[in-house]
């Protein structure tokens, strides 16, 4: 998450007030739990103008960070 922001050229409290979403709650995400909040992934794809295969893979990425870790790690060892 922190490189697509940097590639965007957005600071986190630049995304933070642009995805409505305090500061805290966005460093969280960014720096101890990792999980967006899942009512937000879509908006924050939005919000980041991913299209395409950069957004699929955003959005199945940040969708799998709420599953169980079995699952996630099964999913991650099916695409390899």
Known sequence: MAEILAKRGLTQRA????????QGSLYRVLHQDGKPPLKMI??????LHLH???REQFLE????????DYIQTLVRKLRQ
């Open 61 to 68: 990425e940040a969708f799998l960070l709420h599953c169980p």
């Open 52 to 54: 395409g295969q950069e």
């Open 42 to 47: 879509e908006r924050w794809a939005d919000t």
């Open 15 to 22: 995304f933070a007030s642009s995805v409505r979403l305090h």
